[in-house]
């Protein structure tokens, strides 16, 4: 089954840049959906970004946009989280997931968002200092 862990958080000034990687170890295709969830203390966990197959296929919430990039390395088993110009509301635990997914379900956000039965890693801290 697959099996995640993400790494490459840190603590960073505004306006800095992270990546994040989300390494699976089980077995991820191109028929999986996978994508990144924040949740900072106090609050709800939220969707940030998609991305289906190969790559090239991606959505982002408006939060993110122009300034996070999602992609993928399936030979490598990888999922990345390019976070350029950081802003403190980004400060929060990041969660790597994946699961089955049409791509139009995928590529639209919502229903991979809000689907229960994902594989989930432990989450990666980001924390940006203004």
């Known amino acids: 089954q697959v099996q995640l862990e993400e790494s490459g958080g840190a603590s960073v000034q505004a306006g800095g840049s992270l990546r994040l990687s989300c390494v699976d170890s089980?077995?991820?295709?191109?028929?999986?959906?996978m994508g990144w969830f924040r949740q900072a203390p106090g609050r709800e966990r939220e969707g940030v970004a998609t991305?289906?197959?190969?790559?090239?296929?991606?959505y982002y919430v408006d939060s993110v946009k122009g300034r996070f990039t999602i992609s993928r390395d399936n030979a490598k088993n990888t999922l990345y989280l390019r976070m350029n110009s950081l802003k403190p509301e980004d400060s929060a635990m990041y969660y790597c997931?994946?699961?089955?997914?049409?791509?139009?379900?995928?590529?639209?956000?919502?229903?991979?968002?809000?689907?229960?039965?994902?594989?989930w890693g432990q989450g990666t801290q980001v924390t940006v200092s203004s």
């Open positions: 089980g077995y991820i295709s191109d028929n999986h959906c």
């Open positions: 991305i289906y197959g190969g790559g090239g296929f991606t």
């Open positions: 997931a994946a699961r089955l997914l049409s791509r139009g379900d995928c590529v639209t956000g919502l229903p991979f968002f809000r689907a229960a039965d994902k594989a």
